[in-house]
């Protein structure tokens, strides 16, 4: 069963079609992302190694489980193009607005299974490109209205959530496929400039919370 991320319309498209494709990368080797053209130069696009992605810039780490497949270039080179939001609404001009930080599946796209396909997805979006965006709260407006564009429901009022040094505001959203339940959780922050957006999805509560489990946030020295 091939799980379909909820991300901001100006990532909807590529994350979808980032399913679409094969992948053999595996999160346990190391994996150094070189800058995306028209990106913004001051963006720390992360790195993976030893089943780890590293993000100096926003100061968090994410443990990706291990045999887990990397689509971060793939998906991230996909923002290019004239991209349309499954809700309708065009999306923003991604290669200037947006960039995905990291995407990891459970299983390669065309790898068929019963069980959802579990994934994480990181991205950020300028901020300037929401106007009067202010409180990341207000991030999860645009977000849930593709999440029920794409048949899910909302689980719940967004909530606040500390992770380490950091508090960020959660959704949680769940889809009925089949005989089983998609669950999905989006945590999202505003800083430097950006609202980064940190989605979990896979079958079950505790599963989308083990995932969850492994982002955290340290202390950055001044």
Partial sequence: ??????????????????????????????HVRKPAS????????????NGVYRNQGFGFTCKIPVGWVLRTE??????????????GKPAADTG???RVLLATFSRPPLARGEDVNSSILIAAEKVAAYPGLKEAAQYLGPLTEIAKAQGFDVA???YEVEIGTKTLVRGDFQKD????????????????????SFTFIGGTEDEVEELVQGLSFAATGK
């Fill in 156 to 158: 719940g009022e967004p």
């Fill in 38 to 49: 028209g990106a913004d130069p001051h963006l720390d696009a992360g790195s993976v190694s």
């Fill in 1 to 30: 069963m091939t799980g379909l991320l909820i991300v901001p319309a100006s990532q909807a498209q590529q994350t979808s079609q980032g399913q679409s494709s094969s992948s053999n990368t595996s999160s346990s080797a190391p």
């Fill in 74 to 87: 793939e998906m991230d080179a996909q923002e290019g193009g004239d991209a349309t939001a499954p809700a």
């Fill in 177 to 196: 496929v089949g005989t089983r339940v998609m669950r999905q959780s989006t945590l999202v922050m505003l800083a430097r400039g950006y609202a980064v």
């Fill in 96 to 98: 200037k607005a947006g």
